[in-house]
């Protein structure tokens, strides 16, 4: 029997401003039940040792800071043939000017937690084979795009008032994409937020309703376990 991959899983943010819990959980099965892969969990990516000697990194981070050096090792595992599933608040990566373009993105705002439309960019896509237009309650992600070369698999059209006073026009919003790194590369899933009521942004505001996302959809379910077999190079690149 081939000996297990190794999976660095990064999970967590020092604003606890997501059910981090519930993710990890989440990934971790998932990571388990792709087979023949053993996962580490981190909260933060500065373990370099950890992420070179690794198989497959896989994020679900919100504002997690990345220092000059965890920066130089990711983009340097990518360039090597690593790749990285980044979910969700992946790309909110605070006062970090690397590794935006690094993941090809940066996290701009989000309006208020809605139901919105997923359409598939590339039907034909071997990650999205098979894989219908649906509806799904979530943040709806916001992204600025930091490099000329991601290539989006999932968008949605959406415009309207967001958080921080934003008014962002009508225009398709990539929801998931992939980007080459060298020979490496990392695909993005900007779907996926979670929270408990206690999981909230700033400390003094009131709860929030308690809300899972798309984690029970068995498509997010579909997408996550295609990501991670992506990320694992049990499919093409």
């Known amino acids: 029997m081939l000996a297990p991959l190794i999976a660095n899983l990064i999970c967590g943010s020092p604003h606890r401003n997501h059910d981090f819990d519930f993710a990890r ?7 388990y039940d792709a087979g023949n892969i053993r996962a580490d969990c981190f909260q933060t990516y500065e373990d370099s040792t950890a992420i070179l000697g690794g198989n497959l990194l896989v994020s679900y981070t919100s504002q997690v800071p990345v220092s000059e050096a965890a920066s130089s090792a990711i983009r340097h595992y990518l360039e090597e043939g690593g790749r990285w599933f980044a979910l969700h608040a992946s790309n909110s990566v605070l006062d970090n000017r690397v590794m935006p373009h690094v993941l090809g993105t940066r996290f701009v705002t989000h309006p208020p937690y809605q ?7 590339k039907p034909n896509d071997p990650l999205l084979q098979g894989i219908a237009p649906f509806d799904i309650d979530d943040e709806l992600y916001c992204i600025e795009t930091m490099t000329d070369d991601i290539e989006v698999l999932l968008h949605t059209r959406w415009g309207g008032e967001a958080f921080g006073g934003r008014v962002l026009e009508v225009e398709d919003r990539p929801l998931m994409y992939r980007r080459r790194v060298g020979e490496g590369g990392v695909l993005y899933l900007a779907l996926g937020h979670a929270n408990r009521p206690y999981d909230k942004p700033f400390s003094h505001m009131p709860d929030q309703p308690d809300h899972r996302g798309p984690w029970d959809l068995p498509v997010y379910k579909e997408l996550i376990q295609r990501g991670i077999a992506w990320a694992a190079g049990r499919r093409p690149l």
């Open 25 to 31: 959980l989440r990934l971790a099965q998932a990571l």
């Open 115 to 121: 139901r919105f439309p997923v359409q598939i960019t």
